[in-house]
């Protein structure tokens, strides 16, 4: 198993939620050996083995480092820039896994210019 399919469908799940202009901007991309959710291209989440990995916007990385569930994103054996993993615990609830999804968006939209 390359990545959590459950993790995988519940972000769907959240996705679905979102209003009609915003969901179909989404698409899923396989990368870093997992699944990624790309917003108009950007990549604003992904599920690699049973992490949910996340895009950080620079200012919020200092804070978000700071969460228990959370840790950089080591993929190449150096923490990437704007990227954290966050373990089972951090996105146990919907409510949680929501958060991730749209610090995630925030991120994508920063990169477009879009806030």
Same mark, same amino acid.
């Not at 959710?37 to 200012?59: N, P, Q, W, Y």
């Not at 923490?79 to 994508?108: C, N, R």
């Given at each position: 198993?390359?990545?959590?399919?459950?993790?995988?469908?519940?972000?769907? &799940?959240?996705?679905?939620?979102?209003?009609?202009?915003?969901?179909?901007?989404?698409?899923?991309?396989? !990368?870093?050996?997992?699944?990624?959710?790309?917003?108009?291209?950007? !990549?604003?989440? &992904?599920?690699?083995?049973?992490? +949910?990995?996340?895009?950080?916007?620079?200012?919020?990385?200092?804070?978000?480092?700071?969460?228990?569930?959370?840790?950089? !994103?080591?993929?190449?054996?150096?923490? !990437?820039?704007?990227?954290?993993?966050?373990?089972?615990?951090?996105? /146990?609830?919907?409510?949680?896994?929501?958060?991730? +999804?749209?610090?995630?968006?925030?991120? /994508?939209?920063?990169?477009?210019? +879009?806030?």
């Amino acid at each position: 198993m390359a990545y959590s399919e459950d993790l995988a469908l519940r972000i769907r &799940g959240i996705i679905s939620m979102f209003p009609k202009t915003i969901r179909s901007e989404f698409n899923e991309k396989k !990368m870093f050996g997992g699944l990624a959710f790309l917003f108009k291209g950007k !990549m604003t989440v &992904g599920v690699i083995k049973s992490d +949910l990995m996340v895009r950080v916007v620079a200012e919020k990385m200092p804070g978000i480092l700071k969460e228990n569930s959370v840790r950089p !994103m080591d993929f190449t054996k150096r923490p !990437m820039k704007e990227f954290i993993y966050v373990d089972s615990s951090g996105y /146990a609830t919907e409510q949680q896994l929501q958060g991730w +999804l749209e610090l995630g968006l925030e991120h /994508a939209k920063t990169k477009l210019k +879009l806030n």
